[in-house]
């Protein structure tokens, strides 16, 4: 089976989605994308992206073909949004050309080999337009990720429904103190795990995954997938959290999602939130994901106050952004790829732009790329990655794009800062 992951309104999932496409965003133990590809039984994998995120696509995805013309048009395909999040288990045989919409939106296009030819990357917009108005709809289940908040909603669901449909050698529970079900309880034998650590299975699966590293006096509660190579470092972990490929966790961490290489070493807590790649979390950083009157929370993005539904919400961190020493963020924060927030002893901004700092209680642009890519090789290098030409130019061409963002925020906090002055 041939399938196409393409994706749709990316801006929405901002600050995430500036580094990777849609489906390569991580909600349970795997991506998107790679949930897309098992729920239709992939054989034959392509993938379209936005012009700047090719290169760095096809070294991540060398198996795929990324925005391939002649792979296309080739036979019949189907075409899958990048932001869908199938329901549990396989897809029934789909032989007929049809459209899967979740309420509104198209959720996938199985898409004959004649209806194919002239589709390129450039026109797939129109082309998708085309199959929605001239191909038979079907409503399906699953759910649209629509915002980043929807991601970590749904982690603790897809942890358990990972689980549900992995093939699991027999379980080896080490030294472990277990609460609740064994059988939920999976450790790769790869792992280490000192004595005196608790697995609580009474609300969902633990997964320990190949190469990680749990110390001594560390609870882990489910839902909860500790990816490879990541070492957890006497902390708590909350049910829902996923944290990716080798991090660096202490503290707290609740029902949220790390996506990999990155530091949370130090205690603080971190709570319903959505943390990049390459993100240092300094010593004593804490989030709020909770307002004191309970009340929804509202998350900025791209300068427009959006509303979740949600009480809980924490913090969207942008890849290779760090905070300092006891850097305080507020409920419903967002921020953009290399930022650098320091404590001011009082909460950051709840916008901050890519390629700025919070310095001294103020929002200043932080462009000097140079030390950005510096630094980013230093950190890189430290977990055996490299800072490839693909990266560089993906971050230089971000920082041209988001200078109208910096400029406006940059604006409002000066005029904040003046009225308060007044």
Same mark, same amino acid.
């Given at each position: 089976m041939r399938v196409c992951l393409f994706e749709d309104s990316p801006d929405k999932l901002e600050p995430l989605t500036l580094t990777r496409p849609a489906f390569d965003l991580l909600c349970g133990m795997s991506s998107l994308g790679q949930k897309q590809l098992r729920h239709f039984g992939a054989t034959s994998c392509g993938m379209i992206v936005r012009p700047g995120l090719v290169s760095l696509t096809q070294m991540q995805h060398p198996s795929a073909a990324v925005n391939d013309h002649d792979w296309l048009e080739a036979a019949k395909t189907i075409l899958v949004n990048g932001r869908w999040l199938p329901p549990a288990g396989r897809a029934l045989h789909i032989s007929e050309p049809c459209v899967g919409m979740f309420e509104d939106e198209l959720a996938f296009a199985v898409v004959p080999e004649a209806k194919l030819h002239g589709l390129t990357p450039a026109n797939f917009g129109e082309f998708l337009d085309r199959f929605e108005a001239e191909l038979p709809q079907r409503a399906v289940s699953g759910r649209m990720i629509r915002y980043p908040w929807d991601l970590v909603e749904h982690n603790g669901d897809q942890i358990r429904n990972d689980f549900a449909v992995g093939d699991w050698a027999e379980p080896d529970h080490q030294e472990i103190a277990v609460v609740g079900a064994t059988e939920l309880l999976w450790v790769d034998p790869s792992a280490r795990v000192d004595p005196f650590v608790v697995a609580d299975t009474t609300s969902g699966p633990v997964i320990i995954d190949r190469q990680a590293l749990v110390t001594a006096f560390t609870r882990l509660e489910g839902p909860c997938y500790i990816g490879p190579g990541t070492q957890v470092h006497g902390a708590k972990i909350r049910a829902g959290t996923t944290l990716g490929p080798q991090c660096r966790i202490g503290g707290e961490v609740e029902a949220s999602i790390v996506h990999g290489h990155s530091n949370k070493h130090h205690d603080g807590f971190l709570g319903h939130s959505y943390v990049g790649e390459w993100v240092n979390l300094g010593a004593g950083t804490h989030? /709020?994901?909770?307002?004191?009157?309970? *009340?929804?929370? &509202?998350? #900025?993005?791209? @300068?427009?106050?959006?509303? %979740? !539904?949600? /009480?809980?919400?924490?913090?969207?961190? *942008?890849?290779? &952004?760090? #905070?300092?020493? @006891?850097?305080?963020?507020? %409920? !419903?924060?967002?921020?953009?790829?290399?930022?650098?927030?320091?404590?001011?002893?009082?909460?950051?901004p709840k916008h901050v732009p890519s390629f700025s700092s919070w310095w001294n209680g103020r929002l200043q642009e932080s462009v000097d790329m140079e030390l950005h890519l510096r630094t980013a090789q230093i950190v890189m290098k430290r977990r055996g990655q490299v800072l490839t030409e693909a990266h560089i130019e993906l971050y230089q061409a971000l920082l041209r794009e988001t200078a109208g963002e910096r400029r406006e925020a940059l604006r409002d906090s000066e005029l904040r800062t003046l009225r308060r002055s007044a």
């Open positions: 989030n /709020s994901d909770l307002r004191n009157d309970y *009340g929804e929370v &509202t998350v #900025t993005i791209h @300068g427009e106050r959006v509303p %979740t !539904g949600l /009480s809980k919400v924490g913090c969207f961190l *942008g890849d290779h &952004t760090k #905070t300092g020493l @006891g850097t305080l963020l507020n %409920t !419903g924060t967002n921020t953009g790829v290399f930022c650098n927030l320091l404590p001011a002893g009082r909460f950051a």
